[in-house]
T-cell receptor, first 111, second 111 residues
Framework: KQEVTQIPAALSVPEGENLVLNCSFT??????LQWFRQDPGKGLTSLLL???SQREQTSGRLNASLDKSSGRSTLYIAASQPGDSATYLC??????????WGAGTKLIIKP | NAGVTQTPKFQVLKTGQSMTLQCAQD?????MYWYRQDPGMGLRLIYY???????DKGEVPNGYNVSRLNKREFSLRLESAAPSQTSVYFC??????????FGPGTRLTVL
């Protein structure tokens, strides 16, 4: 059974720092991996989607990598800003087109 | 283009009451999903519909029923609400093996 783990559960850093969020999964047979952002009391917004054949995706200050063989993905945020404060979730899509989710990392960027 | 909409946004029920959560999308997506999100946990799939006229159970279907009314609408029904169903419910849709788009969520409390 696929399990997705995100460590740490919470992270607080000063504004301007570069940071890395981690996501690990137990079964490498995935179609893709997605990173989402969730703001308090709101829905989820897709940030990046990495297909299983890809190694990384970039969008602005965000870069996500995927290493299927080791069951790991990282989300790199450059030059963090207070507006980046949110919960970040990763999810892997299995062969049944279902997403299996991590519990998220709550990120706080201190001004 | 409203994306994915959900009603209601908040609901309080007494144990044993029934209710239906409504979801609609205007992006002509084939697949629709219902998730629940509990504190400290990742999202868990309740039911999904890969296309109009089909529905399948997800990870936690007990106590719920769904209806894919047409391509746009996918409803979730609680026939006899229990305190364990207190959660935030999200509806999502996707065109295929692509990113999922989420509604703003319904916060349900069962007393």
């Amino acid at each position: 059974k696929q399990e997705v783990t995100q460590i740490p559960a919470a992270l607080s850093v000063p504004e301007g720092e570069n940071l890395v969020l981690n996501c690990s999964f137990t079964d490498s047979a995935i179609y893709n991996l997605q990173w989402f952002r969730q703001d308090p009391g709101k829905g989820l917004t897709s940030l990046l989607l990495i297909q299983s054949s890809q190694r990384e995706q970039t969008s602005g200050r965000l870069n996500a990598s995927l290493d299927k063989s080791s069951g790991r993905s990282t989300l790199y945020i450059a030059a963090s800003q207070p507006g980046d404060s949110a919960t970040y979730l990763c999810a892997v899509e299995n062969s049944n087109y279902q997403l299996i989710w991590g519990a998220g990392t709550k990120l706080i960027i201190k001004p | 283009n409203a994306g994915v909409t959900q009603t209601p946004k908040f609901q309080v029920l007494k144990t044993g009451q029934s209710m239906t959560l409504q979801c609609a999308q205007d992006m002509n997506h084939n697949s629709m999903y219902w998730y629940r999100q509990d504190p400290g946990m990742g999202l868990r799939l309740i039911y999904y519909s890969a296309s109009e006229g089909t529905t399948d159970k997800g990870e936690v279907p007990n106590g719920y029923n769904v209806s894919r009314l047409n391509k746009r609408e996918f409803s979730l029904r609680l026939e006899s609400a229990a305190p364990s169903q207190t959660s935030v419910y999200f509806c999502a849709s996707t065109l295929g093996v692509n990113e999922q788009f989420f509604g703003p969520g319904t916060r349900l409390t069962v007393l």
